[in-house]
Nanobody
Framework: QLQASGGGLVQAGDSLRLSCAGS????????MGWFRQAPGKEREFVAH????????AFADSVKGRFTISRDNAKNTVYLQMNSLKPEDTAIYYC???????????????????WGQGTLVTVSS
């Protein structure tokens, strides 16, 4: 249902843009999120964008550096990552949740669909 791409190996301070493509059925009504999981750590919330209005939210650790956007015509959501740090190294997952799933967009358990993940490695 969801296909994430765009990961890679970059140096600290570089930028990277992740993409997540999916079916029209999902992008027509679902809110979208990005999560990440670093080695040995739990999956954590990164960013969220609503289907209606395009309202966004970010984890404190990425606020001011990352932006999230969506192109509903292309059924794609993007995560623009600037000023990358070594601690941003992780597998990044995109996810979709129904709007009626609740307002706790930072909870992974509220998302119904997940992409396969794309690895981002930031070297110092």
């Amino acid at each position: 249902q969801l296909q994430a791409s765009g990961g890679g190996l970059v140096q600290a301070g570089d930028s990277l843009r992740l993409s997540c493509a999916g079916s029209r059925r999902i992008f027509s009504v679902y809110n979208m999120g990005w999560f990440r999981q670093a080695p040995g750590k739990e999956r954590e919330f990164v960013a969220h964008i609503t289907w209606v209005g395009g309202f966004t939210a970010f984890a404190d650790s990425v606020k001011g550096r990352f932006t999230i956007s969506r192109d509903n015509a292309k059924n794609t959501v993007y995560l623009q990552m600037n000023s990358l740090k070594p601690e941003d190294t992780a597998i990044y997952y995109c996810a979709a949740r129904r709007p009626e799933s609740g307002s706790d967009y930072y909870l992974a358990s509220l998302y119904q669909y997940w992409g396969q993940g794309t690895l981002v490695t930031v070297s110092s």
